[in-house]
């Protein structure tokens, strides 16, 4: 009698631990939710007061909102911040607001000049269509796929990324720059493929991403930033960086961008070749943190004033929603634990003193201590849209993995 006495209070216990822990994060994940709503309704509240649509995208030096036009490649991340808080809450109040700076950007769907429109559609009206089932969205979203596939050269096999002839990219001598970044806008593709039944979009995809597997990445699996091509003969004519710190460095938001790439086109192909990228650069990220118990990587993993190099929350962001993502791929249950237990640690930092704003501050953006461009002095440890974006996506697939 004593033994079962003994076993069914160590079961107690047990159960009562796990009702513990699932209750902590819980709480987690609503405190979290309650923190995002306080800010982007701070942000709506400046807006709508202003009788304006305005799209917030970051903070300037002298601390005011940095508010864009809707060509700017971060136009979509705002709308789609409301998107999220109207999925993350069910609060009926969020859908006209979403609408509204989504439909905003409707003439996006026509620009042809650059290829950050898989972004700006992608984040906005896609997102309205996945979470309001709004089929008015889906001309859009394939009227979107045409002018990014205008970008295609066929005998490099890529989207080229920036125009080669104006601006600060026209003075590097590129002829077709091809930048990780742009593995982030096949997701624009692969839907509307699906929506439309028209394979070229999803044919395009595929091979981007293939060429970018054979030409952007290292021996050790870090990618490089940018890879120019000749758009005649497909030939590799340089391998750089813009935004990281050298031209042989590993640029943060880079891995990323290509973890995240990677993980999403195993999405929509189900191509093993694609799986295996996704861990090999998840290898590369989760052994280079900075130490072991802290995953908010630095702008650069090679910057060369680390421990004192800026941090970059937009970087960390990315990685945790795509983590959750690639550990539902995992068949491996240490691997796929692993994935989990490494996005929640970023996930716990970010929404920790050191990189989550307080209510009514940041000017109602959610995390702190992002950067944007290092190189070019621009954006350095301030807020960015898009790393409220993917916070709130992968707090988002934290909460559905968790069953809250």
């Known amino acids: 009698m004593k033994t079962v006495l003994t076993t069914l209070g160590i079961s107690l216990l047990v159960l009562a631990g796990c009702a513990g822990q699932k209750q902590a994060e819980s709480n987690f994940i609503q405190e979290n939710i309650d923190n995002a709503v306080a800010q982007e309704t701070i ?4 807006i709508e007061k202003s009788g304006k649509i305005l799209n917030p995208r970051t903070i300037d030096k002298d601390g005011n909102i940095v508010y864009v036009p809707i060509d700017d490649w971060c136009s979509g991340f705002f709308p789609g911040n409301i998107w999220h808080m109207y999925e993350l809450t069910g609060d009926q109040k969020w859908l006209p607001l ?3 700076y989504t439909e905003d950007l409707d003439s996006v769907q026509y620009l042809t000049w650059h290829h950050d429109v898989g972004f700006m559609i992608g984040s906005s009206y896609l997102n309205g269509y996945r979470f309001a089932g709004k089929e008015e969205y889906k001309p859009v979203i394939i ?3 045409k002018s990014l596939s205008t970008r295609f050269r066929p005998a490099a096999g890529v989207l080229q990324s920036w125009d080669a002839d104006k601006g600060w990219q026209a003075e590097r001598g ?3 720059p091809v930048i990780i970044d742009n593995m982030m806008n096949l997701e624009l593709l692969f839907e509307a493929s699906k929506l439309s039944g028209d394979s070229t979009f999803y044919n395009i995809a595929r091979k981007h991403a293939d060429t970018t597997m054979a030409n952007h990445f290292r021996e050790d699996n870090s ?13 590799v004519r340089k391998r750089q960086t813009a935004q990281g710190y050298a031209d042989e460095s590993a640029w943060a938001r880079g891995q990323a961008w290509a973890l995240y790439g990677y993980t999403m086109c195993y999405r929509f192909t189900k191509n093993p070749v694609y799986l295996e990228a996704a861990h090999k650069i998840a290898r590369f990220i989760m052994e ?9 990587p630095y702008w650069d993993y090679d910057a060369p004033d680390i421990p004192n190099a800026p941090r970059d929350a937009s970087a960390a962001a990315v990685t945790a929603s795509a983590l959750l993502e690639l550990y539902a791929y995992t068949e491996d249950q240490s691997l796929s634990d692993a994935y989990i237990e490494y996005a929640e640690n970023i996930l716990k930092q970010l929404s920790s003193p050191d990189y989550l704003a307080k209510e009514n ?15 070019h002095d621009s954006e350095v440890n301030v807020p960015l849209n898009y790393a409220d ?11 559905d993995l968790k069953k809250f």
């Open 43 to 46: 942000q709506t509240d400046i």
């Open 98 to 100: 979403a609408e509204k």
């Open 143 to 145: 009227q979107t796929a």
């Open 174 to 176: 590129w002829k077709c």
């Open 223 to 235: 990618c490089y930033h940018v890879v120019d091509y000749d758009p005649e003969t497909g030939e």
């Open 288 to 296: 280079n943190r900075p130490s072991g118990n802290d995953y908010i």
């Open 361 to 375: 501050e940041n000017k109602g953006f959610i995390l702190m201590h992002s950067v944007g461009s290092f190189p």
């Open 389 to 399: 974006y993917y916070y709130l996506e992968a707090m988002k697939r934290y909460k």
